[in-house]
């Protein structure tokens, strides 16, 4: 109990001491993005209290929902009571949010890059993580096949173990640019690729078997400015990159694989990128 | 709670949005620093959040309630944020402690590394239930209406962000003890 009250109190202590100030430059910042930022309309937003609410609870109001929607689409559709029918636009469905463990097979919703949505659709056998992971696993935490969602500022670094400072790409082509530059991965011509609506290029990579870092350093394969981004560990360094143009922006979406990973759950891994739907 | 200025945003003001969002940034900031334990993500992630309010402004009903739904924007994008760098970076790795050097009279130098050595070995939604808890003085209901969970598991995932904590700060004591490295 001591232990607990000792614990509470290095914690308070902690917490309270720190920054406390925003820079002005973080209000600046909003001022700038919200004049090309739109409000949504208030029936488009739900209302973002629901949180105490008990599952039954839940499912008995979903339920009642469901069945309202579906008398009253019946009406409609089946002619009113005049009977001319009305014409009305079939809301499409939105898939759930991606979850963290086994998933069955079907559409989910993740949010990758904050602000963006991407949806795609999963096989049977597949693992999600962390709203934007997507695995194939021969065993625990061992990722044959990757997907990894659409993440932006970032590129190929110039040194995969010193990746800190790493300019984002500022075009698809300058992304191909640095990823063919790197002559000590092997790289293929890039092909040009429409995923989700959106046009890009296509490319493979392989990182060399022995990809390490002797300054402690992770091998970074994508890197964004502060060095962080996705790196190449053990078994998982064979690299497809999907680097799409979305308005404006460079996106990239990966799948990576083991060597040895089956070819039917790869091409399941790619299959699962070329669904995609990509709203930013 | 200006309701005039917030109803001016809602119809679309922009002025009066950005009124509104500064005499709440620096507690929105701090709060995200402390998530996040870095300036610069701090900022990025504030200025996500507050663009993700501007967005969704319409939304917001009860006017009560607009630091509420303010606060836990905030939280939700440095979940997101730090899920996301915690994934792809499996190895943690040390960053400069942002904040003040100088030791004060509640917590050594040490301690306060030893702490940050083990927030960040945390999941993120663990940090952001201490920080909730520790940081605003939220109780377990507090943090479930902020979080969007039933109060039970707030408790339940405080309790559990506390085991987690000492459990890490354990990991570094017998690091430290056997001379090897901590992050």
Redesign the interface.
């Known amino acids: 109990m001591n ?2 009250r000792d ?2 109190r ?14 002005d ?3 600046d ?3 700038s ?3 090309r ?6 029936w488009r ?8 609410m ?1 599952s039954p609870l839940k499912l008995v109001l979903i339920g009642a929902a469901l069945v309202a929607a579906l008398a009253a689409g019946a009406v409609i559709v089946g002619g009113g009571p005049n009977g001319l029918g009305v014409m009305t636009p079939t809301p499409t469905p939105v898939p759930p949010p991606l979850p963290n463990g086994n998933l069955a097979p079907g559409a989910y919703t993740a ?2 890059v ?2 963006m949505t991407w949806t795609i659709t999963v096989p049977d056998g597949w693992t999600g ?5 997507l695995s194939y696993d021969l065993a625990p935490d061992t990722h044959a096949v990757s997907v990894g969602g659409p993440t932006e500022n970032e590129n190929a670094p110039a040194d995969s173990c010193a990746a800190a400072g790493t300019a984002p790409a500022a075009s698809v082509d300058a992304f191909v640019a640095a990823v063919q530059a790197r002559d000590d991965w092997t790289v293929s011509a890039p092909v040009d690729v429409a995923v989700g609506g959106y046009s890009g290029s296509r490319i493979d990579l392989e990182v060399p078997a022995d990809a390490t870092c002797s300054n402690g ?2 091998y970074m394969v994508l890197a964004m400015p ?1 060095g ?4 190449a ?1 053990g078994q998982d360094r064979l690299f497809r990159l999907w680097i799409l143009d979305v308005d404006g922006r460079p996106i990239v979406i990966f799948r990576s694989r083991y060597p040895n990973a089956p070819a039917d759950r790869v091409a399941e891994g790619d299959a699962i990128v070329e669904t995609s739907v990509i709203r930013p | 709670m200006d309701l005039e200025l917030l109803a001016a945003a809602q119809r679309g003001d922009e002025a009066a949005f950005v009124d509104l969002i500064k005499v709440r940034s620096n507690r929105l900031f701090a709060i995200a620093q402390r998530i996040l334990r870095d300036i610069d993500r701090a900022e990025d992630a504030l200025q996500d959040a507050l663009v993700i309010a501007w967005r969704d402004l319409r939304g917001v009903r009860d006017p009560d309630r607009f630091d509420g739904w303010l606060t836990r924007l905030v939280v939700r994008v440095c979940i997101a944020q730090a899920t996301r760098e915690r994934r792809r970076t499996a190895n943690l790795r040390l960053l400069p402690v942002d904040g003040p050097a100088a030791p004060d009279e509640l917590i050594s130098v040490a301690d306060r590394d030893v702490l940050d050595r083990g927030f960040r070995r945390l999941a993120p939604d663990q940090r952001a239930i201490l920080v909730l808890h520790h940081y605003l003085g939220y109780a377990p209901s507090e943090i479930a209406e902020t979080l969007g969970i039933p109060p039970g598991t707030a408790r339940s995932r405080l309790f559990n962000a506390h085991r987690a904590m000492r459990a890490a700060l354990e990991a570094d004591a017998r690091a430290a003890a056997a001379g090897g490295r901590t992050a």
């Open positions: 232990e607990d614990l509470d290095l914690l308070d202590a902690w917490f309270a001491d720190g920054p406390a100030m925003a820079h430059r973080v209000v910042g909003v001022a993005r919200i004049s930022q739109r409000q949504l309309p208030a937003l739900r209302s973002w209290r629901f949180p105490a008990s949010h990758p904050t602000g993580s962390d709203d934007w992971f350093h992770d502060d962080t981004g996705y790196r560990h």
